[in-house]
């Protein structure tokens, strides 16, 4: 089973500047025939169910803010989040959807410093 | 609206069963890939299972192989999870699942989670 190591496990960071986070795989999630990463991104509120912000690594869900972006290929890859706002603090899962089980991340919570 | 609401989750002794439910509306259920999800008390997201749109084919968490069933129900638009043998560390919300995937040269690829319900509590205690 793919194991998907998440860091750090919080951050802190100011209203406006940029948050980063890194998610990392045990094994490759490019894909031969597509040339597609399957790595997914999620954020979740307190008291909500997770939302579906990134797949593909890169591609933002419809009506996800262009401020949140992904990248990255292979084994490794980052969520970023420039000019932070309040409603951003949450905590961020990754999710690889390479092949079942589709394991996640421990996840990254995010706050206002 | 797509909607999944989940029912069915409670408190059960170690070894007991419970058997989850979760009616969907808003889209076509018999086309999508459904899943289960949970998420222990103050801890992260653990996919649990999920399910092709006949019910034919089938995926595990390797911790729930051989206790949990996941099936469904195309007719009453229903996704199940039938919990037995069932243990402390199972006690989570459950969060009833949609997949977001596509087929790519006749095989099936997953992408995520594109709706999710509000999810259901069970508890595992003596």
């Known amino acids: 089973d793919i194991v998907m190591t998440q860091s750090p496990d919080s951050l802190a960071v100011s209203l406006g500047e940029r948050a980063t986070i890194n998610c990392k795989s045990s094994?490759?999630?490019?894909?031969?025939?597509?040339?597609?990463?399957?790595l997914t991104w999620y954020q979740q509120k307190p008291g909500q169910p997770p939302k579906l912000l990134i797949y593909?690594?890169?591609t933002r869900e419809s009506g996800v803010p262009d401020r949140f972006s992904g990248s990255g290929s292979g084994t490794d890859f980052t969520l970023s989040i420039r000019n932070l706002q309040a409603e951003d603090v949450a905590v961020y899962y990754c999710?690889?959807?390479?092949?079942?089980?589709?394991?996640f991340g421990r996840g990254t919570k995010l706050e206002i410093k | 609206e797509e909607q999944l609401v989940e029912s069915g989750g409670g408190f059960v002794q170690p070894g007991g069963s419970l058997r989850l439910s979760c009616r969907v509306s808003?889209?076509?259920?018999?086309?999508?890939?459904m899943s289960w999800v949970r998420q222990a008390p103050g801890k992260g997201l653990e996919w649990v299972a999920n399910?092709?749109?006949?019910?034919?084919?089938?995926y595990y968490v390797a911790s729930v192989k051989g206790r949990f069933t996941i099936s469904r129900d195309n007719t009453k638009n229903s996704l199940y999870l039938q919990m037995d043998s069932l243990r402390a560390e199972d006690t989570a919300v459950y969060y009833c699942?949609?997949?977001?995937?596509?087929?790519?040269?006749?095989?099936?690829?997953?992408?995520?989670?594109?709706?999710w319900g509000q999810g259901t509590t069970v508890i595992v205690a003596s």
């Open positions: 593909w690594a890169s």
């Open positions: 094994r490759s999630l490019l894909y031969s025939s597509n040339y597609k990463n399957y």
């Open positions: 808003g889209f076509t259920f018999d086309t999508y890939w």
């Open positions: 399910i092709n749109q006949e019910g034919k084919d089938r």
């Open positions: 999710q690889q959807s390479y092949s079942p089980p589709y394991s």
């Open positions: 699942a949609r997949d977001r995937g596509s087929f790519v040269w006749g095989n099936y690829h997953y992408y995520g989670v594109d709706v």
